[in-house]
Antibody, heavy 120, light 107 residues
Framework: EVQLLESGGALVQPGGSLRLSCAASGFTFNTLVMSWVRQAPGKGLEWVSSISDSGTTTYYLDSVKGRLTISRDNSKNTLYLQMNSLRAEDTAVYYC?????????????WGQGTLVTVSS | EIVLTQSPATLSLSPGERATLSCRAS??????LAWYHQKPGQAPRLLIY???NRATGIPARFSGSGSGTDFTLTISSLEPEDLAVYYC?????????FGGGTKVEIK
């Protein structure tokens, strides 16, 4: 059974930093692209970032480029999102999600999410 | 960026009725469209991918159709547990984008 378990969400001040983690199990982690998708309170879904199976290629939403960094440790089956220079508009539940297969961004498994609140 | 527009915003139907949800893309995305639903307090779940393929474990009452810019998710006979917000999502080009959602209410 696929499991994705996010952690690291917290209340942080504007301009602050945070690192989210997503521990994966139940599938061959190093063969699939992984992604972060967020959901602001009461709002819809917004894709944030994706990283290739090897970790060498990354993709970002324009509004987070230069502030959020996706990475992965395939030896630990863990996905990360380093969040710097946080803004109020980054407040959201952050989900990690896996691609179904190599065809592209079909998110077939999601974690339960971790809440990031940016406020003074 | 490809914009996905979902309609209606809210759909209120009785159990057993047919639900038809629409998703329109701002430019052609071929068949690279997926549907998810998100029940209250839960993470999203994949229902349909590549416009018409049901994901593993999804009941046959859910079906998807369309290509190009116009897509439809149909729930043939609504069940009480189908109460959720339904999102479409395109993977034709970066950035991946989602529609704003359709809330399905059960009368």
């Amino acid at each position: 059974e696929v499991q994705l378990l996010e952690s690291g969400g917290a209340l942080v001040q504007p301009g602050g930093s945070l690192r989210l983690s997503c521990a994966a199990s139940g599938f061959t982690f190093n063969t699939l692209v992984m992604s972060w998708v967020r959901q602001a309170p009461g709002k819809g879904l917004e894709w944030v970032s994706s990283i290739s199976d090897s970790g060498t290629t990354t993709y970002y939403l324009d509004s987070v480029k230069g502030r959020l960094t996706i990475s992965r440790d395939n030896s630990k089956n863990t996905l990360y999102l380093q969040m710097n220079s946080l803004r109020a508009e980054d407040t959201a539940v952050y989900y990690c999600a896996k691609w179904k297969d190599r065809r592209g961004s079909i998110f077939d498994s999601w974690g339960q999410g971790t809440l990031v609140t940016v406020s003074s | 960026e490809i914009v996905l527009t979902q309609s209606p915003a809210t759909l209120s139907l009785s159990p057993g009725e047919r639900a038809t949800l629409s998703c329109r893309a701002s430019q052609s995305i071929g068949s690279y469209l997926a549907w998810y639903h998100q029940k209250p307090g839960q993470a999203p779940r994949l229902l349909i991918y590549d416009a018409s393929n049901r994901a593993t474990g999804i009941p046959a009452r859910f079906s998807g159709s369309g290509s190009g810019t116009d897509f439809t998710l149909t729930i043939s006979s609504l069940e009480p547990e189908d109460l959720a917000v339904y999102y479409c999502q395109q993977r034709n080009s970066w950035p991946v984008t989602f529609g704003g959602g359709t809330k399905v209410e059960i009368k």
